[in-house]
């Protein structure tokens, strides 16, 4: 069974600071899909990122940036020069890859509180 | 605009009274899906699908139906609704499954059963 454990549950930075926000997954298969979403306070739900398990490349998307390591079985989110924008609750999630189709498994969330 | 849009944005209904939420994209996506969102359990995936009458179940599908009869639209059935399907409803879409393929979600269905 594929389980997402975001451990950190509330963090509050000052405006500028760098932030990480971790995501640990756990899964029996080899090929699989992890994913990050934003959920502002307004509640809508924004699509980060999709990494698939055989793309260990790291990615960096203006002061987003996404370190996937398998050793670990982490796919760590960090924002750079934090702004107050950034303050919402940010979801990990890891599918298997299953005859092409999947279903997510969502992590419980972290809060992240940005202050000016 | 590239969009996926729900309707309704609210609902309180009682428990028994059929409904529907309607999902609706503008982008010819293949892939949509339904999530929920409840306190403490997080995001679940009810039903998925990947093309126009394909559906298939995800993690919570008890008690909902889905129909792909059209590719922009994923409507999701609530035949007998009951208390415990009270939560946030996300409908999403997606070209496909490829890195590049983006996620849209619709606003939010803020379904109260009672």
């Known amino acids: 069974a594929q389980k997402v454990t975001q451990a950190q549950t509330e963090i509050s930075v000052v405006e500028k600071e760098d932030v990480t926000l971790d995501c640990v997954y756990e899964?029996?298969?080899?090929?699989?899909?992890l994913f990050w979403y934003k959920q502002p306070p307004s509640g809508e739900l924004v699509f980060l990122i999709r990494?698939?398990?055989?793309?260990?490349q790291n990615e960096i998307s203006g002061r987003y940036s996404w370190n996937f390591q398998k050793s670990t079985s982490s796919f760590n989110f960090t924002i750079t020069a934090s702004q107050v924008v950034d303050s919402a609750v940010y979801f990990c999630?890891?599918?298997?890859?299953?005859?092409?189709?999947?279903?997510?498994?969502f992590g419980r969330g972290t809060s992240l509180i940005v202050h000016p | 605009e590239a969009q996926v849009t729900q309707n309704p944005r609210y609902l309180i209904t009682v428990t028994g009274k059929k409904l529907t939420v309607t999902c609706s994209q503008n982008?010819?996506?293949?892939?949509m899906s339904w999530y929920r969102q409840d306190p403490g359990l997080g995001l679940r995936q009810i039903y998925y699908?990947?093309?126009?009458?394909?559906?298939d179940k995800g993690d919570v599908p008890e008690g909902y139906k889905v129909s792909r009869k059209e590719k922009r639209n994923f409507p999701l059935i609530l035949e007998s609704p009951s208390p415990n399907q009270t939560s946030l409803y996300f409908c999403?879409?997606?070209?496909?499954?490829?890195?590049?393929?983006?996620?849209?979600f619709g606003p939010g269905t803020r379904l109260t059963v009672l």
């Open positions: 999403a879409s997606s070209r496909g499954t490829l890195k590049t393929d983006t996620q849209y």
């Open positions: 899964t029996r298969d080899t090929t699989y899909y």
């Open positions: 990494r698939n398990s055989f793309d260990e």
């Open positions: 999630a890891l599918s298997e890859a299953k005859g092409g189709s999947y279903i997510p498994t």
């Open positions: 982008m010819n996506h293949e892939y």
């Open positions: 699908s990947m093309n126009v009458e394909v559906t």
